[in-house]
Each structure stands twice: as structure tokens, then as C-alpha cells.
T-cell receptor, first 111, second 116 residues
Framework: RKEVEQDPGPFNVPEGATVAFNCTYSNSASQSFFWYRQDCRKEPKLLMSVYSSGNEDGRFTAQLNRASQYISLLIRDSKLSDSATYLCVVNEVDSSYKLIFGSGTRLLVRP | ETGVTQTPRHLVMGMTNKKSLKCEQHLGHNAMYWYKQSAKKPLELMFVYNFKEQTENNSVPSRFSPECPNSSHLFLHLHTLQPEDSALYLC???????????????FGPGTRLTVL
């Protein structure tokens, strides 16, 4: 089983749609969780950290379910500029600074 | 602008060449990383340097040799590479030790390496 697993997509949605991605992780002791965004042929950039209580940043909402070991990202009112690959990232348990990346979920927002 | 720069941005080399990738961070961070990103695969951590000390070598072949002369600079020396080493090589930095768990890693733009 992969340590961090994501549906590769692509998710093809119209502008204005709401879209949700899930990610599962294998190590129940993981403590830190993130969503990164990676545009085509560019470097990953932090989109948001994921906190136990859930957190929201504008149109983006991240949730953590420790019992089921999954993380979600909800994007409301999709924009064309949201088209990218979204990477689910989890810290490695015995190292606070080692991150494990999922393969990413590709989102395409069409006009 | 992330404050992490990498040169060169693109590199084509033969299997017998020796080349080096350079990374510089302008963020005052104390940890630096090399990652490899191959097509359709997740980012793979290669090396970690914390306060200039290598703390992680993720079973990387010896044809990849990192060097961290100070906390702002990181090099990846390449020697006798194979075609399967062709990938995007990303450098990242972070500020560790704040006691808040894993700190955000900031990535450079990457070097796209092609080995012929």
C-alpha cells in the first residue's frame, strides 16, 4: 500500500463548480498534513496546511479525518486558474521534517 | 517568488559527463532538501541537510553526491548518470526546530535533467 494515496484524475469540471479531492495515508501516527499545488512544469507550492479542526482559506477548505486516515480538499466556485495538480503531503512519523508526497490529483477547469 | 533559486533550469548531459546542480535559498532557513520528480511518480526525497549536516540519504546511488557548504547553498554533483536518472530535480528549504511539527518547505523552480 502506498504511504500517501490519491486519485490521479483528471477531474474535469466547469467554471463555478465545486470539486473535492480525497487522500488517504497509511501511518496513523502522522502529525502534519498539507496540500500543495503544482502547475505544469513548475515547482510545488504550499496551498494550505491541514489542521485537526479543519480550516478554510477563501474558496478552499481542508479537512482531516484521523480515524479514517484521510484528508480532503474542497474547492468552491472553481476558476480556470485552479487548473493544476494538487499534491497531498504527510510528514514521516520519525522525522518532523521529512515529507511524503502523493502522486497528485490533476484538476482541469473548463470555461 | 519563493526565495529558492536553482541553476541551471535545464541540463542535457551524456552518461560520462560530470555536472553540478546548484540551489540557493534566501529565506534564512536551516534545512535544505533535494527531491527527484519523475513523470507520473510522486516526489522522492533524496537528501536532507539540517544546519549543514546531512541527516538523510534516502538510498540514493553514489552517482549523486550532495554538498552543503553553508546553510544557504546546496549542490548536487552528478557523475556517470543513467538515462533513467532523467527527471526534474527540485531543491527545497525550510526552517526546522520551531516545535510546531513539520515546517513548510519552499521549493525552487527545479532543474530539468535529461541524460542521453
Amino acid at each position: 500500500r502506498k504511504e500517501v494515496e490519491q486519485d490521479p484524475g483528471p477531474f474535469n469540471v466547469p467554471e463555478g463548480a465545486t470539486v473535492a479531492f480525497n487522500c488517504t495515508y497509511s501511518n496513523s501516527a502522522s502529525q502534519s498534513f498539507f496540500w500543495y499545488r503544482q502547475d505544469c512544469r513548475k515547482e510545488p507550492k504550499l496551498l494550505m496546511s491541514v489542521y485537526s479542526s479543519g480550516n478554510e482559506d477563501g474558496r478552499f477548505t481542508a479537512q482531516l479525518n484521523r480515524a479514517s486516515q484521510y484528508i480532503s480538499l474542497l474547492i468552491r466556485d472553481s476558476k480556470l486558474s485552479d487548473s493544476a495538480t494538487y499534491l497531498c503531503v504527510v510528514n514521516e512519523v520519525d522525522s518532523s521534517y521529512k515529507l511524503i508526497f502523493g502522486s497528485g490529483t490533476r484538476l482541469l477547469v473548463r470555461p | 517568488e519563493t526565495g529558492v533559486t536553482q541553476t541551471p533550469r535545464h541540463l542535457v548531459m551524456g552518461m560520462t559527463n560530470k555536472k553540478s546542480l546548484k540551489c540557493e535559498q534566501h529565506l534564512g532557513h536551516n534545512a535544505m532538501y533535494w527531491y527527484k520528480q519523475s513523470a507520473k511518480k510522486p516526489l522522492e526525497l533524496m537528501f536532507v541537510y539540517n544546519f549543514k549536516e546531512q541527516t538523510e540519504n534516502n538510498s540514493v546511488p553514489s552517482r549523486f553526491s550532495p554538498e552543503c557548504p553553508n546553510s544557504s547553498h546546496l549542490f548536487l554533483h552528478l557523475h556517470t548518470l543513467q538515462p533513467e536518472d532523467s527527471a526534474l530535480y527540485l531543491c527545497a528549504s525550510s526552517q526546522e526546530g520551531s516545535g510546531q511539527g513539520t515546517d513548510t518547505q519552499y521549493f525552487g523552480p527545479g532543474t530539468r535533467l535529461t541524460v542521453l
